[in-house]
């Protein structure tokens, strides 16, 4: 088992993290956009998070930000945006193997929509974890 770092959202004074707030409701917005995106075009959730310019744009944000944030309950959203994009991004590079090797193509189609619903479901539970001014379970760096 890993070990979680938690860091109370108390740490700083909280109108000193509106900005970084802000922008982190801002990369959540444009990794749901991705995902509906996918949902709605004939693209897959997955492929439209890991290679639509909303999420693309979400990425570069948060690495451009997150030294605003190192230290404070916010950048545990940041970690947690990273590491969903970084890993549905593995997980659609396998698939991708799979499909290469023609008996794997149910197989992909599986991982395919797994991750699809995954990525949903980390979009949606950072987001409302960030609208209740909680941190998110990750792994400590």
Known sequence: MTETETIPPQQELDGDLEGPRAWCHVMYGLHA??????ILSSATIVGAFVFGWPSIIAVIINYVTRDRVRGTWLATHWRWQLRSFWFAALWLLLAGLLVITLIGIP??????????????YR????WMALLDRRAMPVPAP
């Open 123 to 126: 979009v949606i539970r950072g």
């Open 33 to 38: 956009l991705s995902a509906v995106s996918g």
């Open 107 to 120: 197989a992909a189609f599986m991982v395919i929509v797994g991750t699809g619903l995954w990525v949903l």
